[in-house]
Nanobody, 128 residues
Framework: QLQLVESGGGLVQPGGSLRLYCTAS????????IGWFRQAPGKEREGVLS????????NHADSVKGRFTISRDNVKNTVYLQMNSLRPEDTAVYFCAAKSEDRRWYVPRLSPLEYEYWGQGTQVTVSS
């Protein structure tokens, strides 16, 4: 069974950094483009960053530009979300999602509808 698992969340002070991990079991991430999403209480799920299968192309939301980066290591079957300069408004549950894709260079939009598989999420809380 295809499973995505997020990890690395926690409590961090404003201005701090966290690195989230998205790993897969039951399949290799090499065949999937990956997106990171987040959902705060009472809000809709929001796309944060996405990355192509090759890792050469990414897409990002304006709210995280210059602060968050996405990368992947297909050998380790892991996708990373590096979050710097965190703000209280970044507090949310963060999800990774996978989209099967033939084109290695294609980077999906940040729309939840494009993705087929989802993890259970990891909580990120930014607070002093």
């Amino acid at each position: 069974q295809l499973q995505l698992v997020e990890s690395g969340g926690g409590l961090v002070q404003p201005g701090g950094s966290l690195r989230l991990y998205c790993t897969a079991s039951g399949f290799t991430l090499d065949y999937y483009a990956i997106g990171w999403f987040r959902q705060a209480p009472g809000k809709e799920r929001e796309g944060v960053l996405s990355i192509s299968r090759s890792g050469s192309s990414t897409n990002h939301a304006d709210s995280v530009k210059g602060r968050f980066t996405i990368s992947r290591d297909n050998v380790k079957n892991t996708v990373y979300l590096q979050m710097n300069s965190l703000r209280p408004e970044d507090t949310a549950v963060y999800f990774c999602a996978a989209k099967s894709e033939d084109r290695r260079w294609y980077v999906p939009r940040l729309s939840p509808l494009e993705y087929e598989y989802w993890g259970q999420g990891t909580q990120v809380t930014v607070s002093s």
